[in-house]
């Protein structure tokens, strides 16, 4: 699938790496927050950006979002998220099909009988007349009641009946498959069309995947849906996206974490773009690699210059990612004690053992595996934020390349 603006293209699916994609919480027709808020996503790493097209305010407001991300030089593709009124909003609204790169329908809100007919077959024309992909997105919130009836009915005739959870996950990849088929009978290419299937609870989700994997060669979308927030949402999304992810299934993916109070919306880019780092599937950023701390280490010290190189490599990001390709391959450590922290040191492209307790108050510094010089004292922190950005200069910089 190519997903498309001003000259730009993100490929999904097709071997091409995983898209990391999130969505706004902003009312899309208050178009200041908007454009806020999706500068605020791409520049953490989210490739596309869904937005909610639900209102004609909304459908007016997504040509002026465009222009003014395409303005600030920002030329993330935008998807529109279609839910009962996405057929008319996009034939009242040229404009607003043609901003967005991408549509998203789900096919349980399309409508109900003729209606679902006549209305998908108007969103499926629309995409192939501006030439838009589309993902069919399914959720158990709001699956096709139809569809499930009719499998419960046939299942309740079985001799050996499935239980109720297992008939729900399969409505939910036939509804998917048979959507997708639906929309290439139309005319719509086979490679741009995504599917997803959501539910919420961690082996249901891969259950689900599993079984779209074997029915069907449609790129995949995957999320676990209403994950949570906090810890909750964390694990639940790490652990489900994780196993999937580890088995070759997907092409994209979505977390959708709920922002805890004065949480920026971007950290669901960051635990997207984390999950994917962690798989050594692609890098975003420097990897900081620290100990845990035990009763060798001098606790404060060793935690304080963890945190803060780190925070340092995060603020660092927009202005490296444009002029040191290749800089979210090194990796930093920061180690706390004489025991693992010499060695580890040496592992990464630059590190920094720390003294743990008893220890000569010096701090060796290792550069591709050889002791470069040491540090200590109260600028040490700065030293070693210099020393990383030598590096960076040293081995990233345009005339290394």
């Not at 790496?17 to 902003?26: G, K, L």
């Amino acid at each position: 699938m190519k997903i498309k603006w001003a000259g730009r293209e993100v490929l999904l699916g097709g071997g091409s790496p995983v898209v990391v994609q999130s969505m706004t919480n902003t009312e899309t027709a208050n178009i200041p927050a908007t454009v806020e808020q999706i500068l605020e996503l791409a520049q953490a790493g989210s490739e596309l950006v869904r937005l909610t097209v639900n209102t004609p305010a909304a459908a007016q407001a997504v040509p002026e979002i465009r222009r003014q991300l395409d303005e600030a030089g920002c030329y993330v593709p935008l998807v529109g998220d279609f839910h009962y009124n996405g057929h008319k909003l996009l034939t009242d609204y040229p404009q607003c099909a043609k901003a967005l790169s991408k549509y998203r329908i789900n096919p349980g809100n399309v409508g109900k009988g003729d209606k679902y007919e006549e209305n998908f077959k108007t969103l499926i024309e629309l995409a192939i007349k501006y030439e838009k992909p589309i993902r069919i997105g399914v959720n158990w919130g709001s699956l096709d009641q139809q569809l499930l009836a009719q499998m419960m009915e046939e299942n309740n005739k079985l001799e050996e009946p499935l239980g109720s959870d297992e008939v729900l996950r399969r409505a939910l990849v036939r509804s998917a498959v048979e959507s997708a088929d639906a929309a290439v009978a139309l005319g719509l290419p086979k490679e741009q069309i995504a599917i997803s299937a959501k539910v919420s609870g961690v082996k249901e989700l891969v259950d689900i995947y599993r079984k779209l994997q074997s029915a069907c060669n449609y790129s995949l979308h995957l999320g676990l849906t209403e994950a949570g927030m906090g810890l909750k949402g964390t694990v639940s999304s790490t652990a489900a996206l994780s196993i999937l992810l580890a088995e070759g299934i997907g092409d994209t993916i979505r977390v959708s974490l709920t922002p805890e109070p004065g949480q920026k919306r971007s950290a669901e880019v960051d635990l997207a773009c984390e999950i994917l780092q962690s798989l050594g599937m692609r890098n975003f950023e420097p990897k900081v690699i620290s100990c845990p701390g035990c009763g060798r280490t001098s606790s404060a010290l060793f935690q304080e210059l963890a945190k803060e190189t780190q925070v340092y490599l995060k603020s660092k990001m927009p202005q490296w990612r444009k002029k040191y390709p290749g800089v979210e391959n090194m990796t930093v450590a920061v180690m706390g004690c004489v025991v693992n922290g010499p060695g580890e040191s040496r592992h990464a492209n630059i590190g920094i053992s720390l003294p743990g307790s008893g220890e000569s108050p010096v701090s060796p510094v290792y550069v591709n595996g050889n002791k470069y010089c040491t540090l200590k004292g109260e600028k040490m922190n700065s030293e070693f934020k210099k020393l990383i950005d030598n590096y960076v200069e040293e081995t990233f910089g345009s005339d290394k390349s």
